[in-house]
């Protein structure tokens, strides 16, 4: 196995960026209350969640996820190469994972799309940041 070089710091900056690109994909702004209507949620509901829990493990994921990226991507040159792994991960495994998902939960497309395209950028804006900072 050849010797894997990881840069710490580019990830957590990748975890940071999934964790910021969410907060804009699930506001208002975006797809918040398209994905509040598919999850049949109210501004109760979502007001009386744990912050603490949701925003630390949400940190948590999203690091796990940008190192596992990196480990994925680690020793590939040229940053190309590294958004088409990014895509491969993001879209190819975890999205079209969240669409086998949804249709046994009887989720309609939109919900699918919105989660999946959610993830689809995540990964490509996380294997930027690894990819630029090597």
């Not at 580019?10 to 209350?33: C, D, E, H, N, Q």
């Not at 398209?34 to 999203?62: C, D, H, V, Y």
């Not at 975890?94 to 989720?107: A, C, N, Q, R």
């Amino acid at each position: 196995m050849e010797n894997i070089d990881i840069n710490w710091l580019a990830v957590i900056v990748a975890a940071l960026t999934s964790f910021v690109i969410g907060g804009l994909w699930y506001s208002p702004m975006l797809f918040g209350k398209a994905w509040q209507a598919e999850n049949n949620l109210t501004n109760e509901q979502i007001q009386g969640g744990s912050k603490a829990r949701i925003f630390g493990f949400t940190f948590l994921w999203s690091f796990i996820m940008a190192a596992n990226l990196a480990f994925f991507v680690s020793g590939v040159e040229s940053l190309g190469e590294v958004m088409i792994y990014s895509f491969a991960a993001g879209f190819g495994w975890v999205s079209l994972g969240l669409f086998v998902i949804g249709l046994f939960e009887l989720k309609t497309t939109r919900y699918m799309l919105i989660n999946a395209g959610y993830q689809t950028i995540s990964f490509l804006l996380m294997g930027l940041v690894l990819g630029l900072w090597k």
